[in-house]
């Protein structure tokens, strides 16, 4: 499986962003973690394909959406009224599990490159 993301940048504290990653398939559980300078990879939304389901943490709840779109096996993730907390190198994750540990970055075997995402 490879994943390639897209669509980081730089933008206005309050502003959006809409991270895309282009999977060449989909696992069951696809999910979107990042990382800050200095601090732990962190999972910040989660999508069980097959359901539909979907999981954010606290941090974005309200604020981030993930969605997909199964006809050309894209991932999204929608970000609405970022924060500079917000900022961070964003990966895109596929795991062949049922999404039980859906931010267990190890129940995850295929991630994308990242792509930066900057909130001043």
């Known amino acids: 499986v490879q994943l390639v993301e897209s669509g980081g940048g730089s933008v206005q504290a309050g502003g959006s962003l809409r991270l895309s990653c282009q999977s060449s398939r989909y696992r069951r559980c696809m999910g979107w973690f990042r990382q800050a300078p200095g601090k732990q990879r962190e999972g910040v939304a989660a999508?069980?394909?097959?359901?539909?389901?979907?999981y954010y943490a606290d941090s974005v709840k309200g604020r981030f959406t993930i969605a997909q779109d199964k006809a050309d096996n894209t991932l999204y993730l929608q970000m609405n009224n970022l924060k500079p907390e917000d900022t961070a190198m964003y990966y895109c994750?596929?795991?062949?599990?049922?999404?039980?540990?859906?931010?267990?970055?190890?129940?995850?075997?295929?991630w994308g490159q990242g792509t930066q995402v900057t909130v001043s």
């Open positions: 999508l069980h394909v097959g359901s539909g389901s979907t």
């Open positions: 994750a596929a795991s062949p599990g049922y999404c039980y540990r859906p931010f267990l970055e190890y129940d995850y075997n295929y």
